[in-house]
């Protein structure tokens, strides 16, 4: 999969912005300290390894790790996309108990890379009459994170300074989050999958699942004050899902049809 063609136009922009500011004010304080600002990569590393270990304390001690013996339904999953993907290795992958949270997150330290499921979304997206899709997409997601670089430690390093200015570092974060949608879509080939599984997040609730209509959860948008919905969208790391709902929607079509309806067979 080449990933620089789903990217999303906004993290190609942002991601161009974030990465020549960044240079720029390493190279000022590299000049400025006589390199020695390089001295502190030795206590951010050692506090990444420190951190890493007391992680892995937490995960493996307390979370069901996924893999060949442990629902090995989830791991097949996770090996399909890992190497659709072209990752070199497969993220460790684990189901946290989240007390009614539902979310899933990556994660990375300086070279292990996690993905953390939330037991109730898990529960939530895998419905026993086979909805895989919903889930797949989901850790497809989170898989993309790690894809496309949203995770690489020295790329974020070199970001750092220029997602510190206010705004930005949110534009950044919020554009990755609709390349990681983009990914997710393509690789579960489930257009309707992939919608659902985004406002089943809204939602919460299992029991709507059949019963969720698209387009008036998209309309819901023109009902999001104008000048409030900005305010607040300008501080958050993720767009609102109503947003998320729509570009999925519109990526979709701009699709061949054998694409959005794998059921679809291309003449
Ligand atoms: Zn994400």
């Given at each position: 999969?080449?990933?620089?063609?789903i990217?999303?136009?906004?993290?190609?922009?942002?991601?161009?912005?974030?990465?020549?500011?960044?240079?720029?004010?390493?190279?000022?304080?590299?000049?400025?300290?006589y390199?020695?600002?390089?001295?502190?990569?030795?206590?951010?590393?050692?506090?990444?390894?420190?951190?890493?270990?007391?992680?892995?304390?937490?995960?493996?001690?307390?979370?069901?790790n996924?893999?060949?013996?442990?629902?090995p339904?989830?791991?097949?999953?996770?090996?399909?996309?890992t190497?659709s993907?072209?990752?070199?290795?497969?993220?460790?992958?684990f189901?946290?108990?989240?007390?009614?949270?539902?979310?899933?997150?990556?994660?990375?330290?300086?070279?292990g890379?996690?993905?953390?499921?939330?037991?109730?979304?898990?529960?939530?997206?895998?419905?026993?009459?086979?909805?895989?899709?919903?889930l797949?997409?989901?850790?497809?997601?989170?898989?993309?994170?790690?894809?496309?670089?949203?995770?690489?430690?020295?790329?974020?390093?070199?970001?750092?300074?220029?997602?510190?200015?206010?705004?930005?570092?949110?534009?950044?974060?919020?554009?990755?989050?609709?390349t990681?949608?983009?990914?997710?879509?393509?690789?579960?080939?489930?257009?309707?999958?992939?919608?659902?599984?985004?406002?089943?997040?809204?939602?919460?609730?299992?029991?709507?699942?059949d019963?969720?209509?698209?387009?008036?959860?998209?309309?819901?948008?023109?009902?999001?004050p104008?000048?409030?919905?900005?305010?607040?969208?300008?501080?958050?790391?993720?767009?609102?899902?109503?947003?998320?709902?729509?570009?999925?929607?519109?990526?979709?079509?701009?699709?061949?049809?054998?694409?959005?309806?794998?059921?679809?067979?291309?003449?």
């Amino acid at each position: 999969m080449n990933i620089s063609e789903i990217r999303h136009p906004k993290e190609a922009l942002y991601r161009t912005i974030c990465l020549i500011v960044g240079s720029l004010i390493w190279l000022a304080l590299l000049l400025g300290t006589y390199f020695f600002i390089l001295i502190f990569l030795i206590p951010i590393a050692i506090s990444l390894w420190i951190a890493e270990k007391f992680f892995q304390v937490s995960v493996y001690g307390n979370a069901v790790n996924v893999n060949s013996k442990q629902y090995p339904a989830i791991d097949t999953i996770a090996k399909e996309f890992t190497a659709s993907l072209d990752l070199k290795k497969q993220p460790e992958i684990f189901v946290v108990n989240s007390q009614g949270m539902t979310n899933a997150l990556a994660i990375k330290f300086l070279s292990g890379k996690y993905v953390l499921l939330y037991s109730d979304l898990v529960d939530l997206l895998w419905q026993k009459d086979n909805k895989e899709d919903q889930l797949r997409f989901v850790i497809a997601h989170e898989l993309a994170h790690h894809a496309a670089g949203h995770m690489n430690f020295w790329t974020n390093l070199i970001m750092k300074p220029a997602k510190l200015i206010p705004f930005l570092g949110a534009a950044y974060n919020r554009s990755c989050e609709l390349t990681s949608d983009r990914i997710a879509a393509e690789l579960v080939k489930n257009q309707k999958a992939s919608i659902d599984a985004l406002i089943a997040l809204a939602s919460g609730s299992a029991s709507l699942f059949d019963l969720t209509d698209k387009v008036a959860f998209i309309e819901q948008e023109n009902r999001v004050p104008s000048g409030f919905g900005f305010i607040q969208e300008v501080g958050s790391s993720h767009p609102r899902m109503t947003k998320r709902v729509m570009a999925v929607n519109e990526y979709g079509h701009s699709k061949p049809a054998a694409v959005r309806n794998p059921n679809v067979q291309a003449a």
